[in-house]
């Protein structure tokens, strides 16, 4: 059985840091790649940070470049994404996925494996 369970969202004043952190369990990790993804209240999921098998190729959606950065230890079964100057607009729900690939690739959808999910406030 896949679980994928995320750990360290709260509350942060604007301009804070947070990192999050997901574990994986019950798959082969490095044949995936991993993303972030958020939900903020009255919109949709979207895609945060992704980062390939090997962790290799990394991509960010444009809203958080240069602030967030995604990472992983494959020994570990982990991903983490630090996440700093952060923007009341960050508020959301952030979510932690799996995508089974064949190549070194990062996609922003398809993801097979999903986690429930932590809290990021953050109060301007």
């Known amino acids: 059985q896949v679980q994928l369970v995320e750990s360290g969202g709260g509350l942060v004043q604007a301009g804070g840091s947070l990192g999050l952190s997901c574990t994986a369990s019950?798959?082969?990790?490095?044949?995936?790649?991993m993303g972030w993804f958020r939900q903020a209240p009255g919109k949709e999921r979207e895609f945060v940070a992704g980062?390939?098998?090997?962790?290799?190729?990394?991509d960010y959606t444009d809203s958080v470049k240069g602030r967030f950065t995604i990472s992983r230890d494959n020994a570990k079964n982990t991903v983490a994404l630090q996440m700093n100057s952060l923007k009341p607009e960050d508020t959301a729900v952030y979510y932690c996925?799996?995508?089974?690939?064949?190549?070194?690739?990062?996609?922003?959808?398809?993801?097979?494996?999903w986690g429930r999910g932590t809290q990021v406030t953050v109060s301007s």
């Open positions: 996925a799996a995508d089974y690939t064949f190549r070194d690739v990062v996609s922003h959808t398809g993801y097979e494996y």
């Open positions: 019950g798959l082969t990790f490095n044949y995936y790649a």
């Open positions: 980062i390939s098998r090997s962790g290799g190729i990394i």
